[in-house]
T-cell receptor
Framework: KAGVTQTPRYLIKTRGQQVTLSCSPISGHRSVSWYQQTPGQGLQFLFEYFSETQRNKGNFPGRFSGRQFSNSRSEMNVSTLELGDSALYLC????FGTGDEKLFFGSGTQLSVL | QKEVEQDPGPLSVPEGAIVSLNCTYSNSAFQYFMWYRQYSRKGPELLMYTYSSGNKEDGRFTAQVDKSSKYISLFIRDSQPSDSATYLCAMTTGTASKLTFGTGTRLQVTL
């Protein structure tokens, strides 16, 4: 069974640009969550989508947004990039609503903002 | 103060040693507790998943939760060089996707 797939693996952008990251969950998983990982703050929850609806949201500015498609694939967008947005962005999927809601992570997209 | 505190290490042990990794937390509403292992340039991999207080064993790994002390531990027996990684504790009040993580402990198992 294929795991969580994130593309691209690496991205380099400049301040002020916007970026879109993509995530394909494990087959059958309908919940997709996004996390930001930095050396200083560790892993922080961004948001979660289930059935194309945002179910939970973390404490990030509105420049961070996401969406989920009918096939459960998800995208995350960051607009007006800042230097502090440089991080590893991790996507995770789970079988929300089944009682077995363990979270499985992809390998992440490493974003560098110059 | 962070909700979840974890010693960042690094922790260096010889092969075959028993490793003890710990986290403390402040939110008494946390009900589900997890340990993840993360290798360099990879995403976190779920190792242990426990609910409420008690022990859970899986192979060389044992997870302990003491809710009265707000303290969780992960023990690794017969540690191997392949166990060298960063270990992250995580917990949630019940929303499986909205985890609060510790900062991670970097473990190095030497030959």
């Amino acid at each position: 069974k294929a795991g969580v797939t994130q593309t691209p693996r690496y991205l380099i952008k400049t301040r002020g640009q916007q970026v879109t990251l993509s995530c394909s969950p494990i087959s059958g998983h309908r919940s997709v969550s996004w996390y930001q990982q930095t050396p200083g703050q560790g892993l922080q929850f961004l948001f979660e989508y289930f059935s194309e609806t945002q179910r939970n949201k973390g404490n990030f500015p509105g420049r961070f947004s996401g969406r989920q498609f009918s096939n459960s694939r998800s995208e995350m967008n960051v607009s007006t990039l800042e230097l502090g947005d440089s991080a590893l962005y991790l996507c995770a999927s789970s079988l929300f609503g089944t009682g077995d809601e363990k979270l499985f992570f992809g390998s992440g997209t490493q974003l560098s903002v110059l | 103060q962070k909700e979840v505190e974890q010693d960042p290490g690094p922790l260096s042990v010889p092969e075959g040693a028993i490793v003890s990794l710990n986290c403390t937390y402040s939110n008494s509403a946390f009900q589900y507790f997890m340990w993840y292992r993360q290798y360099s340039r990879k995403g976190p991999e779920l190792l242990m998943y426990t609910y409420s207080s008690g022990n859970k064993e899986d192979g060389r790994f044992t997870a302990q939760v003491d809710k009265s002390s707000k303290y969780i531990s992960l023990f690794i027996r017969d540690s191997q060089p392949s166990d060298s990684a960063t270990y992250l504790c995580a917990m949630t009040t019940g929303t499986a996707s909205k985890l609060t993580f510790g900062t991670g402990t970097r473990l190095q198992v030497t030959l």
